[in-house]
């Protein structure tokens, strides 16, 4: 039950890096394929780290992976804002 | 003799060609450098599908250390060559 | 089955991505391709039960050797979008012709070759493990419980005390040839306030990786890698400061793990032991000891060669100094 469950969802979250990926390829522009990969690259992670929870055996595991889900989305974020901001820049200053 | 280590070692020997044909012919100082980190890759593929010895028993822990400081010289190496790599314009312009 | 899957497209994915890093033309993205291929190896590692040196890889092999890279691209003008132009590349050495790029790559090959047939020649002789077993059998001996870290720190400790000093002959290399590396303008309130959280975590990561590494896989390399990303991660914010100590206690701590290590040696060989050999009820406190130095070394070096030099100082002296030699350019 429980293999059946942590399978549907990293499978799910497989998905989404899928999706992400073919966004990074096919979208046209910087700025929407950086959102595109943010945004489906950070919920594939929750969702693979929700499947992978369900395999810990103890609390402190169930923990450190949250952290790390955590600490990827905040670094994702930021490096998406200065990537954004950068190009912003480069566009209006050239 | 397992396939899991023939196939990583051999993959090994792959990149260290790999990296040695990009270290010979880059004409950039900075690709040759990065081609040369490859190759350490390649060595320490090998090195650790050496020391694999199956899905139940420990890996042997030798191989993992010489890696492991393989790693870390890689590195400094590295960071040499790039200081060495930044100074040489400044040195050739003066003649 | 579904294992041998998996290898294949591993595999697959880091000889292509190897493949990708050399044969692209634009220095940039060779680096960030090459940063990628770290990170795939990080995942071989630890299909191959190498959690030690997945650590290693992840934290020094794609992250501070891609931060070291992509420092030295710094500069060299490329627009993030698509359309714009930029200014051509210097050509290196010219007239590599046809034929010496096929006598290289037959070369390639034929190391390859050779390598393979070797492997394939001691896969298919009789496995001895006389040395993994002399390992497990001395463990409890050896004052911890995670191999890698008996073999690094105990009985191989020679050789780990060697790798520190080429560490610290590296950094001393690059204070001789140049001064830092200018530094980055001060960060907006997203990253600062990123960098408000993180290098904190990163400071007990370290500590965390640096303890655990007696029963775990950590260890001092890895706990120095974390401390030494800490600082990265200051600089880039721009802070003037980036954690390292000034003057002489910069040198002390820069020399901290070649000199305990060769400290602990040399007072063992006077109480009559060989050099380095520790007695086993000393072992684990000794080798926590030595970790510690040598975690702050190794920290200071690597944060230091990212810096490229010696970091500029702030102080009064230095600004005078700087003023006079000024003057003396016009």
Redesign the interface.
Known sequence: MIDILSSILILAGVFFYLAGSIGLLRLPDLYSRLHALTKADNLGLGLLIAGLTLHSPELLTILKLLLIWLAVLAASATSAHLIARQARRQETGA | ?L????????????????????A????????R???I??MG??V???L??????G?GL?????P??L???G??????????A??????LPAEQDDD | MSLLVFDGLLLFSIVSLAWATLTSSDERLSVILFMAFGLVLAVAWGRLLAPDVALAEAAIGAGLTGALLLAAVRGQPRPLLPGATHAPRKQGAAGVTVVLRLAVTLLSAALAGTLAWALLHAFSSTPHDLLPRAISENLEASGVSNPVTAVLLNFRAYDTLLELAVLLTAVLGIFALDQATPGYQPAGPVFDGLVRWLVPVLILMAGYLLWVGAHAPGGAFQAGATLAAAGVVLRLAGRSRTGLPDGYMLRIVMAAGVGVFLLVGLTLLLLGRPFLGYPPAWAGSLILLIETAAMLSIAATLLLAFLGGQPESTGVKAAANRQREEISRC
């Open positions: 003799m396939t899991t280590q023939i196939l990583y070692a051999l993959a090994g020997c792959v990149v260290v060609a790999l990296g040695l044909r990009g010979l012919l880059h004409a950039s100082l900075l690709q450098i990065v081609a980190n490859v890759a390649g320490f593929l090998l650790i599908a050496v020391a694999y010895r899905p420990p890996p042997d822990p030798l993992h250390a890696v492991l400081t790693i870390v010289v890689a590195v400094s190496a590295t960071a040499l790039l200081a060495l790599a930044r100074r």
